[in-house]
């Protein structure tokens, strides 16, 4: 730390000593002596702003990123020398990590962000702003690290959900993993990412959507007996008013990593549970393209014992190394969710509940 | 190694309880799959002699199942197992269904770690006890924990008399192995798995 002040004290000096000269001799040398970042909103986005003051304008600066180092971002910045300012700073966090200055070659700053996210372009703006007498900034370059539009920001929609009621339940969660991949990758995990996907395109299509669990948590709380968490989500149907439909979100897992495809269960409570099976199952299918292992007819304790015509989609099988790894890509993800939301409105079209 | 000392303490088991009950019942080499479940019977010779059926001494045919590589159904295996007054029939297949599979195609879904406690057989209802092993080494999704269930109860539903199984751990009805199926109350036989 001390080394680093004296460092930035040295350079502080050179430039004294130097720039006064410099700026006689071409006029064009750049001190960077100013530095502040605030986090903004923008059209509901986030915005991380780092401002990088110069002590006169025409700047000629560089934009890069790395395809090896994906979450720098790198800029050039011709006849500058670094003035009043650390040479590394921590950021925010969530947008940008820190950032680095580095004196390139001579009077050829290297500023580098390391961002929280991969850096594309539409992710990041880089401009200069004009000195504002009234704000106190000078000449300044401006670097915006935009939050990442998530793949179901504008999620889409689907047809005859509006004005239903569904319940989600996200299979597992918080001390019970649910089943575990070759690789890692945890149940709980993929059937809450989905259930949020789902939740989002029904919720942009008009329905009203309950989620037995939004994180990752046990619905009844720690140390519950089996039965008591597995009547917790059926409960969160049950209380809630005017539930039409129960759909649990899991992945299957089998003893041998050979099984593979995608499946439905229900109880026959009545006719509509296989309709329901097999609307989703169908689009499912259609959608994913995995092997089609058909809706069965189990006697699984959410299915059985919710109110409401309910399904237990398994969307494939973790236990397979090849179908772990569809199920932890956001890809996938997101097809699923969306054949869940066709299936569902296919339901109620079929069934007129 | 583990393996080796087992086949030999077995293989010693054997040939001592061959010996001792003769040679002309029991030929092992005659049966194919079965054999294992022969052994199996080796090390339960306990001369307590409390048990009621002592008439049912001798070996019997049974059916044990077990689900194929992708998981879509059950196989019937057939295995001659021996009974005696400490083994029962029930007993005897359910061990049997505990030793394993060795066959092409077919794949073990009970954890080899669980091990039975007891099963009895009252009003058609057949209560099965088996150590914690079962769910707590058990990691399966609906179809693993549906293949599980399925060949415990199509096993004992092989007797006729025996309508539907109640699954207990440690003497207690389990409420689920692992979290789909409700298996508190008896689970009839499972035929769809059968095909």
Redesign the interface.
């Known amino acids: 730390m001390q080394k680093l002040f004296m460092r930035a004290v040295g350079i502080l000096l050179l430039c004294f000593v130097f720039l006064p000269s410099l700026c006689l001799a071409n006029g064009r040398v750049h001190a960077l002596n100013y530095f502040q970042y605030h986090v903004l909103q923008e059209n509901g986005r986030n915005v991380l702003r780092i401002e990088i003051g110069l002590d006169h304008d025409n700047l000629e600066y560089s934009v890069h990123t790395n395809q090896y180092k994906p979450k720098q971002l790198i800029i050039d910045l011709q006849n500058t020398e670094i003035g009043d300012i650390r040479q590394d700073i921590t950021l925010d966090g969530r947008l940008g990590r820190y950032m680095t200055f580095r004196e390139l070659e001579r009077r050829h700053m290297q500023v580098m962000v390391s961002l929280a996210a991969q850096a594309q372009p539409q992710n990041y703006r880089v401009y200069t702003l004009k000195a504002d007498r009234e704000a106190r900034k000078p000449f300044r370059l401006v670097i915006d690290v935009l939050e990442p539009v998530q793949s179901v920001s504008s999620p889409a929609q689907v047809e005859g959900v509006t004005g239903k009621t569904i319940v989600l339940d996200p299979?597992?969660g918080g001390s019970?993993s649910?089943?575990?991949g070759p690789s890692g990758l945890q149940?709980k995990d993929v059937t809450l990412a989905v259930a949020q996907k789902v939740r989002a395109i029904l919720q942009n299509s008009g329905a009203r959507v309950v989620m037995t669990r939004e994180d990752d948590r046990d619905v009844y709380g720690m140390n519950a007996?089996?039965?008591q968490?597995?009547q917790a989500r059926v409960n969160v149907g049950t209380y809630t008013p005017g539930t039409q439909v129960f759909l649990s979100i899991?992945?299957?897992?089998?003893?041998?990593p050979?099984?593979?495809g995608t499946?439905t269960?229900y109880y026959p409570k009545g006719d509509a549970d296989a309709t329901l099976a097999e609307d989703l199952q169908e689009a499912l299918i259609a959608a994913g393209g995995l092997s089609d292992?058909g809706i069965?007819?189990?006697?699984?304790?959410?299915v059985?014992?919710a109110a409401v015509p309910a399904a237990?989609v398994?969307l494939a099988?973790?236990?397979n190394y090849n179908e772990e790894g569809l199920l932890g890509s956001a890809d996938f993800q997101d097809k699923m969710a969306m054949a869940i939301c066709r299936g569902l409105g296919k339901f109620f079209q079929d069934t007129g509940i | 190694m583990m393996r080796l000392f087992k086949t030999a303490v077995l293989g010693a088991a054997l040939l001592a309880m061959l010996l001792a009950v003769g040679c002309a019942q029991n030929t092992p080499g005659s049966q194919d799959k079965a054999s294992s479940s022969v052994k199996q019977q080796a090390p339960e010779n306990k001369d307590t002699g409390n048990k009621k059926d002592t008439s049912a001494v001798g070996e019997i045919t049974i059916k044990v199942y077990y689900?194929n590589?992708?998981?879509?159904k059950l196989l019937a295996v057939s295995r001659k197992v021996r009974t005696d007054k400490d083994t029962d029939k029930y007993t005897a297949a359910m061990k049997s269904l505990l030793s394993g599979t060795t066959a092409k195609g077919q794949?073990?879904?009970i954890p080899k770690a669980a091990k039975l406690r007891g099963i009895k057989v009252e009003n058609g209802t057949a209560r099965v006890d088996f150590t914690q092993e079962l769910v707590k080494s058990f990691?399966?999704?609906?179809?693993?924990e549906?293949?599980l269930v399925g060949s415990i109860v199509d096993t004992l539903t092989e007797f006729p008399e025996v309508k539907a199984v109640q699954i207990l751990v440690n003497g207690k009805e389990?409420?689920?192995i692992?979290?789909?199926?409700?298996t508190?109350v008896p689970?009839k036989r499972m035929d769809?798995l059968i095909k």
């Open positions: 299979g597992h019970d649910g089943a575990v149940e007996t089996d039965q968490e597995l899991h992945c299957n897992s089998f003893s041998s050979s099984a593979h499946a269960y292992r069965n007819e189990a006697n699984f304790y959410v059985k014992h237990l398994e099988f973790i236990s | 689900p590589e992708d998981g879509t794949v073990d879904i990691s399966g999704g609906s179809t693993g549906s293949m389990v409420e689920t692992a979290g789909h199926m409700d508190s689970v769809k």
